[in-house]
């Protein structure tokens, strides 16, 4: 959520000023998904992803959604090649 879209009176209540704004944009999926719950209870959680659906954002967690290439996504799949052991289950 940028900072001329959301209203000055509830910065300080929006999870993504008050932790670490990186956890948003992480690459681990675990820390995706704990951005994800931070977003659970954000006041303007569902303007916060029609902003970021409506921008087409690249990446990022936005309104408790995990975007990617301008599209919401379920869960990011950490990179590089599944394992083995993995891909038989």
């Given at each position: ?9 509830l910065?300080?209540?929006v ?13 681990s ?16 959680r569902s303007l ?16 408790g959604?995990i ?7 379920a869960?990011?799949r ?12």
């Amino acid at each position: 959520m940028s900072v001329q879209t959301c209203p000055q009176r509830l910065l300080p209540a929006v999870p993504c000023h008050e932790a670490d704004p990186d956890l948003w944009f992480a690459e681990s999926p675990s820390e995706l998904e704990r951005a994800k719950a931070l977003c659970a209870d954000c006041p303007i959680r569902s303007l916060c992803l029609d902003e970021a659906l409506e921008r087409q954002e690249p990446w990022g967690v936005w309104g408790g959604e995990i975007i990617e290439r301008g599209t919401i996504v379920a869960r990011k799949r950490p990179r590089g090649r599944p394992r083995k052991d993995a891909q038989a289950a």
